[in-house]
């Protein structure tokens, strides 16, 4: 099993930046793929971005190519979302999750760790 805690949520203006990050404790760190999903109220829990174990591999919505990075410090047992060009549509509760296994998968079912999320608002 691995606990999840994300932080660096908050209220930004649109075309804004936040960083997310993502500390991990229990399994080895880096024989986790890790992944960023987000839910907006009312909506279902989306994929965001994923990075593999070693962090060599990520994988990316669409609509976050370009504006968002993942990355990973596995010294660190550390995770890290960087949201640029920030939009309203972001908005949402963003959820740091960890796999049993090294590759960035989509679905959130291949999932099985999850932090408690963090609430990221963009106003216009």
């Known amino acids: 099993q691995v606990w999840l805690v994300e932080s660096g949520g908050g209220l930004v203006q649109a075309g804004g930046s936040l960083r997310l990050s993502c500390a991990a404790s229990g399994r080895t760190f880096s024989a986790s793929a890790m992944g960023w999903f987000r839910q907006a109220p009312g909506k279902e829990r989306d994929f965001v971005a994923a990075i593999s174990g070693s962090g060599s591999f990520t994988n990316y919505a669409d609509s976050e190519k370009g504006r968002f990075t993942i990355f990973r410090d596995n010294a660190k047992n550390t995770v890290y979302l960087q949201m640029n060009s920030l939009r309203p549509e972001d908005t949402a509760v963003y959820y740091c999750?960890?796999?049993?296994?090294?590759?960035?998968?989509?679905?959130?079912?291949?999932?099985?760790?999850w932090g408690q999320g963090t609430q990221v608002t963009v106003s216009s």
């Open positions: 999750a960890a796999r049993a296994g090294v590759w960035p998968t989509r679905d959130t079912r291949d999932y099985g760790d």
